[in-house]
T-cell receptor, first 114, second 113 residues
């Protein structure tokens, strides 16, 4: 079985400050980890992924995430938040890159205030 | 390159009716997955199709079914609708040069009255 936990329902940051959205996972085998963002009344958009290699991965819109195997975490980060980053963020895990289901966390609402 | 297209975007049905939702994946993607999104349950995996075969299935009752055509387009059907089926139904495709990430459509928002 695979599972994802996003411990914070809501994260609030001021524009220009760094942001972190937390994610921990549980999976049997090697994890493939993803972050997606969802704007109101829209589908999810892929931000970044960890498959293998460097633990620090960079993605769209200046976001990055660090894979930590010992802590089974994959936190999403951005050095300087923008108001336009305000959205719902989902962490997801799967055990096969090309088959099977992705399991999503419950989502974290990020609000960036001017 | 066209993205994932879902139709219809919005629909209203009454209890007991059935509904069919359609999804056209990104060209070259052979895997199509369906998810149900609700405020209370989050994103729940329904099923995945690959080359016209259901490859994986989530924990939903048999009222939820799907299929995939030879051109990779997919449909899902929900029969005997219940109030609790009201949700945003998201289709996602994957494959080709992309390793694992899902590309989602805008979703079909179903309201059951």
């Amino acid at each position: 079985a695979q599972s994802v936990a996003q411990p914070e329902d809501q994260v609030n940051v001021a524009e220009g400050n760094p942001l972190t959205v937390k994610c921990t996972y549980s999976v049997s085998g090697n994890p493939y980890l993803f972050w997606y963002v969802q704007y109101p009344n829209r589908g999810l958009q892929f931000l970044l992924k960890y498959i293998t290699g460097d633990n620090l991965v960079k993605g769209s819109y200046g976001f990055e995430a660090e894979f930590n195997k010992s802590q089974t975490s994959f936190h999403l980060k951005k050095p300087s938040a923008l108001v336009s980053d305000s959205a719902l963020y989902f962490c997801a895990v799967r055990v096969n890159t090309n088959a099977g289901k992705s399991t999503f966390g419950d989502g974290t609402t990020l609000t960036v205030k001017p | 390159k066209a993205g994932v297209t879902q139709t219809p975007r919005y629909l209203i049905k009454t209890r007991g009716q059935q509904v069919t939702l359609s999804c056209s994946p990104i060209s070259g993607h052979r895997s199509v997955s369906w998810y149900q999104q609700t405020p209370g349950q989050g994103l729940q995996f329904l099923f995945e199709y690959f080359s016209e075969t259901q490859r994986n299935k989530g924990n939903f009752p048999g009222r939820f079914s799907g299929r995939q055509f030879s051109n990779s387009r997919s449909e899902m059907n929900v029969s005997t609708l219940e109030l609790g089926d009201s949700a945003l139904y998201l289709c996602a495709s994957s494959g080709g040069i992309h390793t694992g990430e899902l590309f989602f459509g805008e979703g079909s928002r179903l309201t059951v009255l």
